[in-house]
T-cell receptor, first 109, second 114 residues
Framework: AQRVTQPEKLLSVFKGAPVELKCNYS??????LFWYVQYSRQRLQLLLR??SRESIKGFTADLNKGETSFHLKKPFAQEEDSAMYYC???????????FGGGTRVLVKP | NAGVTQTPKFRILKIGQSMTLQCAQD?????MYWYRQDPGMGLKLIYY???????DKGEVPNGYNVSRSTTEYFPLRLELAAPSQTSVYFC?????????????FGPGTRLLVL
């Protein structure tokens, strides 16, 4: 069965410091992975997808099939990055998602 | 467009009561989903639908029922509420052909069963 693991429940960093959110997955098929973000009092929204190889709001994520990881990184964290971040795996037909437990990021001034 | 809307925002139920959580989307999306999020946990898929008249179980369907008579609405029914169903419920939608993994979420319904 598919599984997504985010080992850190809370990451606290200072503004300007790098931040890395870990995500590991287990899936027998070809994985499609995503990062979702939920800012305070806002809806859950897609941040980025691995297949696009894009940088959104300074964040990047690289799929490492050998290590079954999809870590999210940003070199210089900003206070507005404080939010809840979820790693998700797309499974099967119907565009269904399996989510990790989430990591809360707190960027201190 | 209002996107995905959910009602109510918050509800307290007594054990054994029943209720329907409402979800609507005005984007003509064919896929819709219900998730629950327990404190400190990620979202778990309860039920999903790939079109009107078609529904299927997700990871945690026990204690819930759904229906999808139209494209716009996807209500979630709790028949006999239990404390284990205390959670935040999210409805989401997407459309076939959209980039994989893209779902649009509602604001959530917080349910407390006492």
């Amino acid at each position: 069965a598919q599984r997504v693991t985010q080992p850190e429940k809370l990451l606290s960093v200072f503004k300007g410091a790098p931040v890395e959110l870990k995500c590991n997955y287990s899936y027998s098929g070809s994985p499609e992975l995503f990062w979702y973000v939920q800012y305070s009092r806002q809806r859950l929204q897609l941040l980025l997808r691995h297949i696009s190889r894009e940088s959104i709001k300074g964040f990047t994520a690289d799929l490492n099939k050998g290590e079954t990881s999809f870590h999210l990184k940003k070199p210089f964290a900003q206070e507005e990055d404080s939010a809840m971040y979820y790693c998700a795996l797309s499974i099967g037909a119907g565009n269904k998602l399996t989510f990790g437990g989430g990591t809360r990021v707190l960027v201190k001034p | 467009n209002a996107g995905v809307t959910q009602t109510p925002k918050f509800r307290i139920l007594k054990i054994g009561q029943s209720m329907t959580l409402q979800c609507a989307q005005d984007m003509n999306h064919n896929y819709m989903y219900w998730y629950r999020q327990d404190p400190g946990m990620g979202l778990k898929l309860i039920y999903y639908s790939v079109g009107a008249g078609i529904t299927d179980k997700g990871e945690v369907p026990n204690g819930y029922n759904v229906s999808r008579s139209t494209t716009e609405y996807f209500p979630l029914r709790l028949e006999l509420a239990a404390p284990s169903q205390t959670s935040v419920y999210f409805c989401a939608s997407s459309y076939k052909g959209q980039a994989p993994g893209t779902q649009y979420f509602g604001p959530g319904t917080r349910l407390l069963v006492l």
